[in-house]
């Protein structure tokens, strides 16, 4: 693939249908590689689209490249692969003042691919930057794997853990807890680097660690400095007069909250003219996107106390600086939000559907709430009919077809 996102394991008709994307100006979503798919329909029937179909066809493809599972199966993709290649990465922490004054252009373009981790009480961030190695670099012929992070190793990985579980009931200690983990990981100086070559799997992915609850936004690059900067001053309740103060105006209050690190700050291209743009693609109409991804670990299962303000804060500032969320994320954006934010496309997405599914087989309660409208459920489609805790951590959700009789032999 030209691009990937943190992981590989996923299935790819998952990551398309989701928007899954990596972080770099040269590339977009994932999506971009797809060329052509094939749909298996409600009716059961296969029909082909391809990305320079005309009318029908065409409208088909840009729902189908990211559908949300809700047109029907994806039962095989062609792709514009490229060649294997390495990339030869440099990695740095510094002070976010550093990377605020490279934005956008010294920053996101210095290399192929460049993604950044912010974090929000010591106020640094680490840039890691990657270039492919040209196949007569001799300097480059051999893989040098970096020496494995702190938290890569077997105690920093359950001492972090163990960490993030005792703030679950002292959450003040999140900034020391990120000052030691940054600084344990990437080095406490400003200016540690790390370097290495690797093939492009496995240099551009990356170890999630621990089970996670993401909340991820597409926003304009070009409000990025201003983003990080209104959410550092509202997270760590900056007085004016800070060095690092600016109005946030974000209508929350952050007292006694504390929160996980670090913020995930990626990029993609502009979509491209010249390519089919799926009819729900999250990213920015008219510029390069910058994805702000904030992260909550869950350690042992455990939601930390302050989700729901962290996300009900982060996601009124995303909506102020004209986001979309990711569709793979934990948002909280209704069909009213999503109506608003995506307009034409998704009512086009919905007529699409209608014409593909008119009795819902592949409609759920997740796709009622947020990509339907607020009507009684279509006779093939799934309702929830209970969601409780489940042993271990995670919820257990109960749905039914109301439209088909258990009983019924041949529902
Ligand atoms: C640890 C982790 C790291 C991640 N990192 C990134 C990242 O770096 N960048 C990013 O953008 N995203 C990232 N994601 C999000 C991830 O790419 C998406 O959640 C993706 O959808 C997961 O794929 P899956 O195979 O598990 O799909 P599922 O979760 O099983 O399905 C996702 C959706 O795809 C639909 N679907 C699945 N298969 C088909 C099919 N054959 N036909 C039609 N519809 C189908 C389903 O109906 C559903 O709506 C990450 C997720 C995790 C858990």
Redesign the pocket.
């Known amino acids: 693939m030209p691009s990937?996102?943190?992981?590989d394991?996923?299935?790819?008709?998952?990551?398309?249908?989701?928007?899954?994307?990596?972080?770099s100006l040269a590339h977009g979503?994932?999506s971009e590689a797809v060329v052509g798919l094939r749909?298996t329909r409600a009716d059961g029937r296969t029909v082909d689209c391809a990305a320079d179909d005309d009318d029908d066809g065409g409208e088909l493809f840009r729902g189908?490249l990211l559908?949300?599972?809700?047109?029907?199966?994806?039962?095989a993709l062609e792709l514009r692969v490229v060649p294997a290649f390495r990339l030869r990465w440099h990695q740095t922490v510094d002070a976010d003042r550093r990377l605020f004054a490279a934005w956008p252009r010294r920053l996101w373009s210095q290399a192929e691919f460049v993604r950044v981790w912010w974090f929000p009480y010591t106020r640094r961030a680490v840039v890691w930057r990657a270039d492919k190695v040209a196949d007569d670099d001799d300097d480059d012929d051999d893989d040098d794997d970096p020496p494995p992070g702190w938290c890569d190793r077997p105690l920093g990985f359950h001492l972090y853990r163990n960490l993030l579980l005792l703030a679950h009931w002292l959450p003040r200690l999140l900034p020391w807890i990120e000052w030691f983990v940054c600084g344990m990981q990437y080095g406490f100086g400003d200016g540690a680097a790390t370097s290495a070559t690797q093939p492009s799997a496995r240099a551009l992915l990356?170890n999630?660690l621990y089970a996670?609850t993401?909340n991820?936004w597409a926003v304009p690059l070009h409000r990025g400095p201003e983003a990080l900067r209104r959410l550092g001053a509202w997270l760590a309740r900056l007085p004016p007069g800070h060095p690092d103060y600016v109005e946030h105006g974000i209508p929350f209050s952050a007292d006694g909250l504390w929160v996980h690190a670090p913020v995930?700050v990626?990029v993609a291209a502009p979509a491209r003219p010249a390519r089919p743009r799926p009819l729900l693609d999250p990213t920015v109409d008219d510029g390069p996107t910058l994805?702000l991804?904030a992260t909550l670990y869950r350690p042992y299962g455990r939601d930390p106390p302050c989700r729901d303000r962290y996300y009900a804060a982060f996601e009124w500032l995303m909506r102020d600086l004209g986001g979309r969320p990711?569709?793979?994320?934990n948002f909280t954006a209704g069909r009213e939000d999503l109506d608003a934010m995506y307009g034409p496309r998704l009512a086009r997405f919905r007529r699409l559907r209608h014409a593909l599914d008119p009795d819902g087989l592949?409609l759920g309660p997740?796709?009622r709430e947020h990509l339907m409208p607020d009507e009684p459920p279509l006779p093939l489609e799934e309702v929830q009919t209970d969601c409780c805790p489940a042993p271990g951590g995670g919820l257990r959700v109960f749905g039914c077809v109301p439209g088909c009789d258990a009983d019924d032999e041949d529902p």
């Open positions: 990937l996102g943190s992981i394991e996923q299935s790819l008709a998952g990551a398309l249908a989701t928007g899954t994307h990596g972080s979503l994932l749909l189908a559908s949300l599972g809700a047109l029907g199966v994806v039962v990356m999630c996670q993401v991820e995930e990626r994805y991804n990711h569709w793979a994320k592949f997740w796709h």
